[in-house]
């Protein structure tokens, strides 16, 4: 406990959180006589992660074919995980006293898997009548719900989760569902089985904002005889919901600075409005077609906020140069297409395409089935590039699931590729993690060894698991003792 | 997009139908008009088939240099160098270094793999076009009096942009099925689709019967699986106790006369049912319903079936499944694991493919995604040679066209790949698609959209609409 409280102290100074805000009054009345009257409230974490690494040991991994995710291919390559982070990597690095090192001869690494669209925990399985009644991906009751936050929906024993890891997945954002105009915040995750959604939660990271686009909001409001029933009306409803966020963000800025006396009422939808005008919320926007996207290109420009990433971006493609000019990632699948109309024209060189248009590309999940097999998918749509006649490497692709997923999160100077000073999470695969033959054979986070294939001790299982006469019998443990 | 899981939109399918189904209760009087329509409908198409000509041109080919995989009984595996002759589009003979014979047209494989066309066990091709858009979705009747009668051969649609999308991976058979019905568990018939250009795609109707049961479709059997397998159990009854020519039904008939005629059918003809359960104790009762009524089983999805792989083995019964499907997803499929694959083969099941992906890869990507989920099969334990089988010859006599289509033996269709690279790897590609002999086209929606967006046009000045 001692540990986290060390960690979080040390990176909150470094994030824009700066703790939970006490709100009472002897401590406003305090604020008035003495500065600043109180934190802007979307500047504030009320949940504050209590993540603490797993225990760890230094560790030296030789002899394998590095992806590092900065755009380099090592081959028969070394990589120094200390202290939690990666210390050194090359052809020649001396153990030091005390590592341990693993031979990984023929095998592979690359950064730790980071998937930017994951309802892991908040579509947790197994899905039940329950969830079908209500579940607790979307709060689809109003089409702007900014006031909710996907971490409160989060079931942590999905055993989903233990299975995103054995892909090499190690950092995840869940994100609420996509009925709304604006679904919510979404939260950052470290892959790691926790008993509280708080002691995964992502120290420092950005909180994002989950908007939607085209055919959902508007089918599932329009069907209801609500507001917003066209593509038009969706626009209508996130202009509308800006402008209110802006006057309400004016006055905590007015009243912060000491020109305002009187304390805004609180509003936990603009607040999160607010904090994504700021720029301290990430907003992430799920639209598929090009000319969506576009239009909305030009809401963020008026309501002066930016988009980070378009997520589904089925049609990005078609309008790369946009994503450029706009600073804005497409997140994209490699071959889904034709199951709604706005994903008629999906093509498997999208993720290529906006790639070689100068653009930053990621691919996703939004599935805990794909959400395992997140290195075949960017093997596929790296393929797909290849054939229409891009000259692509591994070394280039392997980005697109780990340093610019890191960009989309806002954390780009901590996860996603295999250098110094960066977070040690890591992947060691059995081969080219390109193929479908190839299995994660350990995974690190923060140096710890989270998940390791050959080691029934080091794959973990949910509550849920327990117990099941149903389920495979778990892997016998090494030493022979029980459980 | 969350909205499209994959049983939600089965389960979302079930609530919709409960309401129209009291809205076309009406209309039950035109069951006997029904019937008469289907008959000529069946005829019809018949007639059809006979004015059919075969496409293949009278030539005779040879691949060369071939990395071949025959998928032919005598065959142990792979031949390397091979030599594949074609006659008159069907196969006359795998050889390796044989000669090509004299006039033939020589294609040379460059050593690369090449496999039969490559057959899908379970999608929803040629019966979906947008699969949110009702009116291009033809796959299940939520609604109305068809059960075991409803046959999907009438509505397939052979101008789909799907099916040039999954020849060029190299898919040219593929089960298309019904997915749900009206009816307690009776989901109709199926039927196999020949992937090829033109407006002749059927290859055989009425390949199977459907029916599902489980934890998602109790409601159909008011609440409880077991009054789903009562029901079922009436139902066969009723259609062994059918008489065509007799004078009034039996009392107290559950099913309808449409239905009960459809079962009576099934049931002679020993037509295999397919039953779509996950839970071991489901799929038990599957290989018993299976055994008393006398017909083929092939249990479709089986999450648990590796739990009773022996038992499957010991009735003969099949297995379509979908290797991605490893999740906890519901508690109908607890123990859905990703070694279920090489669990059943090595006790002796026959397996087949099929594969989900949240619904989009069943139809859409039926290709490319099943060959992927083969490979994840191999990758987690079943031998290479086996999941070629499973992608082949196994649904081929599962579902009754062996004796024309599945491997390179003499005289069946000649559905041929060249690959440019190993099938099983989702990122390689056919570099050559024959069908009955003749050189499929692989251009498709998806390639006309990717050569007009290609990195190289955004310099030009007139809109992409102009170009080809």
Known sequence: MKLAAALLAIIGAAAPFSGPVAKDKDDEHKHHEHGPK???????????????????????????????????????????????????????????????????????????????????????????????????????????????????????????????????????????????????????????????????????????????????????????GRFPSTRMGNVAGVRAAFADAAAYRQKWVDYESGNEDKRPDDDLKKDTLAGAIDGDIRVQWHCYRADDMATLFDVAKEAGFHISAFHHAVEAYKIPQLFVRNNTCAVVWSDWWGYKMEALDGIRENAAFVDAGGACVTLHSDSPWLGQRLAIEAGKAYAAGRRAGLDLAEEHAIAWITSNPAKVLGLEAKIGSLEPGKNADAVIWSGDPFSVYTHADQVFIDGALVYDRADPARRPRADFELGQPAMPPPPVKAGGHAG | MLAKTRKELFLNADKSGSTRIRAEEKHFFFYPLLSAFIRVMESFC?????????????????????????????????????????????????????????????????????????????????????????????????????????????????????LPSVLADGLTRAVTSPASASDAALFGMGAVLHITPGADVLDRAQVALYAGVGGGAAKKGGGSRSAQWLLLRNAFEEGNAYAPKSAGAPRDQLQNSVNVAALHAALNKRMPLVLQVSRESDIRQAVRLADDYHMPLIVLGGAEAWRCAELLAAHKAAVIIDPEADLPFNFDELGARADSAAILQRAGVTITFTVSGNTIHLSHNAGEAVREAAGLAVANGLPYAEALKALTVNPARVFGIGDHYGSMARGLDADVVIWDGDPLEPSSAPELVLVKGVEASRVTRQTLLRDRYAPKKTGDVWPPAYRD
């Open chain 1, 38 to 224: 109180a934190p802007l409230p979307w500047k504030t974490d009320p949940f504050p992660s209590t993540y603490a690494p797993l225990p760890r040991a230094d560790t030296l991994i030789t002899d394998a074919t590095v992806l590092d995710g900065a755009g380099h291919r090592l081959e028969h390559a070394s990589v120094l995980l200390r202290d939690g982070k990666v210390a050194a990597i090359g052809a020649q690095i001396a153990a030091p006293s005390g590592a341990k090192t693993i031979d990984a001869h023929g095998r592979w690494i690359t950064p730790g898997i980071i998937d930017v669209h994951s309802h892991d925990g908040d579509f947790a399985l197994p899905f039940t009548s329950l969830d079908l009644a209500s579940g607790d991906t979307n709060e689809s009751t109003d089409p702007i719900t900014a006031n909710v936050w996907a971490e409160h929906s989060i079931t942590v024993q999905d055993p989903s989760f233990a299975r995103a890891l054995a892909g090499g997945v190690t950092t995840l954002q869940i994100l609420p569902g996509s009925t709304n105009l604006v679904g919510g915040r979404s939260v950052v995750v470290k892959n790691v089985p926790a008993t509280t959604v708080q002691a995964m939660k992502f120290p420092g990271a950005p909180y994002g904002m989950k908007m939607a686009c085209g055919e959902n909001p508007k089918n599932n409001y329009g069907a209801k």
């Open chain 2, 46 to 162: 018949l007639v059809l088939f006979a004015l059919t000509v075969n496409p293949a041109l009278a030539e005779t080919m040879a691949i060369v240099h071939a990395k071949a995989w025959p998928m032919t009984d005598g065959s142990s595996g792979r031949l390397d160098d091979a030599t594949i002759v074609i006659r008159d589009g069907r196969f006359e003979s795998v050889q390796p270094k044989a000669a090509a014979p004299a006039g033939a047209r020589v294609v040379d494989a460059h050593g690369h793999v090449v496999t039969p066309g490559l057959m899908n066990a379970n999608t929803h091709l040629g019966l979906v076009e947008v699969s949110s858009l009702d009116e291009t979705t033809d796959y299940g009747v939520d609604s109305g009096p068809l059960g075991a009668a409803f046959d999907v051969q009438y509505g397939l649609n052979a101008n789909s942009v799907l």
